[in-house]
């Protein structure tokens, strides 16, 4: 599960978020109450861009 931030949270605790998201955390920092970015772990980065690149090299297939 994903801890919701505000921004005005996340710019004062910029550096505990992110050293809570590479350990494995997934935090959205909100702006009006609605998800406007998220940080993520590098590894779950580097399985999006895998799975972008498959579909990638699957529509070149075809």
Known sequence: MSERVA?????K???S???????GERIKIT????????LIPKQDLDALENCEKEAADRKSRT
């Open 13 to 15: 605790h910029f550096a």
């Open 17 to 23: 978020l992110v050293k809570r998201s590479a350990r």
């Open 31 to 38: 702006r009006y109450n609605k998800t406007a970015v998220v």
């Open 7 to 11: 921004t005005a949270g996340a710019r």
